[in-house]
Every structure is written in structure tokens, then in C-alpha cells.
């Protein structure tokens, strides 16, 4: 089975279809968002990029590849990749660690919404601290069994700092000015799929049924 890269827009559900992967096919969930809001937020490193992140704006490639390559160093088994490349130098750094890794079994999977979609999701995301699955409190698939409360945790959801209409401005800004040089990357490799982004149940079909035919190849 290859590994997964998801190319999309913040709030495109790429965290949502990542968890169902990851249930079903035991995938190793790699997001950077995560490994960046688990960095230490007592630390003077941790407080930038807290900023950094509810401003809406790109940590440096240093860092969040420095966070990546050592995520990849320690996981064993197939990975979804989401959140990076965020721009052509991360994709151009990517290609160097995975050749350095030995992987080459990869499909970049680009996932399109509209930006109107994406900011009504991003605006009504609720995200359980513990467990981490992500919620909608306006759509009646994603939304919690009781209000606000974790279905797997009985604890209190989230909204997460970023998730509110400037700071998703800047992040879809960020993502339009930069997809373009990546989804040519990996056209160009011939690497490259695209899905809808619709209900989480029918993106993550159409991913499944992307996984298993490539596996049929
Ligand atoms: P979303 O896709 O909804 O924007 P993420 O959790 O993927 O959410 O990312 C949240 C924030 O983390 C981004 O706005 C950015 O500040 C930072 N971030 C995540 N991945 C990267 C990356 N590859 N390069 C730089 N910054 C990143």
C-alpha cells in the first residue's frame, strides 16, 4: 500500500479522512499542525510558533522539517503525510528525505473545496483535546452524539486558535499562492491524484477506492 501526501486547502478534511485511514488501514497519522501545537508552549520556541500559528502563517522550513524528519525516523509502517509540503521548497526537501529513507511508494493526493466551503467548516470545527477527532457542530454526520462532549472521551471539545475568519483568510492566501509549483511537482512525477472534498464518508470512499486500485496495479 503507498504512502499517503494530502495536498489541500486548511479545513479541506484532511485530518477527518486521515483518522478513518487510520482506523481501517493502520496508517500512521503524520500531521505537522499536531507536531507543532504539541511543541513545548513554556518555551521562548514554543510561544513563537503558538503566534505564528494563530496568525495563520507558515512556521519556517527549518523547524516543521526538523519536526518531520524525526516523526519519520520513528514510525514503522505506511504514513499519511498532511500538512506538508506546504510550498515547492518543502516538496523539493521531501523528496530528499524520503531518498534518503529508501521510500519511494507515494501518491499525492490533492483534495479541491471551494473557499467558501472550507471557512464554514474551519469556522464550525470543534476538536476533542485527548483523541484529537475533529467534529462539526453545524453538520449533522460529523457533529458530537451530545453537544460539544467527545464521543470517545466523555470530555469537553475544543475550537482551536486558529479556526477564526482572519486567521483562516490568511491560511487559504498562504495555500493559493503556494499549490500551484506543488501540484505541478507531483504532476510531473505522475504522482498525482484529485478527490472532491464532499461529505467525510464519500471523500474517504473515493480515497479508498484511490488506495485499492493503485494497489491493484
Ligand atoms: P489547516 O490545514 O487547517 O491549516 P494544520 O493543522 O495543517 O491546519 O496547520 C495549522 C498551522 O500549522 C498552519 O497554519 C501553519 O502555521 C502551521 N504549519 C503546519 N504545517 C506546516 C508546514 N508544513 N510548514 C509551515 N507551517 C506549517
Same mark, same amino acid.
Given at each position: 500500500m503507498k504512502n499517503i501526501i494530502f495536498i489541500a486547502p486548511?479545513?479541506?478534511g484532511k485530518g477527518t479522512v486521515s483518522n478513518l485511514l487510520k482506523e481501517k488501514y493502520k496508517y500512521n497519522h503524520i500531521s505537522t499542525g499536531d507536531l507543532l501545537r504539541n511543541?513545548?508552549?513554556?518555551t521562548d520556541l514554543g510561544k513563537r510558533v503558538q503566534e505564528i500559528m494563530e496568525q495563520g502563517q507558515l512556521v519556517s522550513d527549518e523547524l516543521v522539517t526538523e519536526l518531520l524528519k524525526e516523526k519519520l525516523k520513528e514510525i514503522d509502517g505506511n504514513f499519511i503525510l498532511d500538512?506538508?509540503?506546504?510550498n515547492i521548497t518543502q516538496a523539493n526537501i521531501l523528496d530528499e528525505i524520503l531518498d534518503e529513507l529508501n521510500i519511494n511508494n507515494i501518491m499525492a493526493i490533492y483534495i479541491n473545496i471551494s473557499k467558501e466551503e472550507a471557512m464554514k467548516r474551519a469556522l464550525s470545527r470543534l476538536i476533542c *483535546? /485527548?483523541?484529537k477527532k475533529i467534529y462539526n457542530k453545524f453538520n449533522d454526520e460529523a457533529? *458530537? /452524539?451530545?453537544?460539544?462532549?467527545?464521543?470517545?472521551?466523555?470530555i469537553e471539545l475544543k475550537t482551536r486558535d486558529d479556526d477564526n475568519e482572519e486567521s483562516f483568510k490568511v491560511r487559504f492566501e498562504t495555500y493559493i499562492n503556494n499549490v500551484k509549483p506543488i501540484l505541478d511537482f507531483y504532476k510531473s512525477k505522475n504522482m498525482l491524484k484529485e478527490v472532491s472534498s464532499q461529505t467525510s464518508n464519500i471523500t474517504f470512499n473515493m480515497i479508498e477506492k484511490l488506495i485499492n486500485e493503485d494497489k491493484n496495479d
Open positions: 486548511p479545513a479541506a511543541v513545548n508552549k513554556n500538512g506538508y509540503p506546504r *483535546p /485527548k483523541c457533529k *458530537p /452524539k451530545k453537544e460539544n462532549i467527545c464521543d470517545n472521551c466523555g
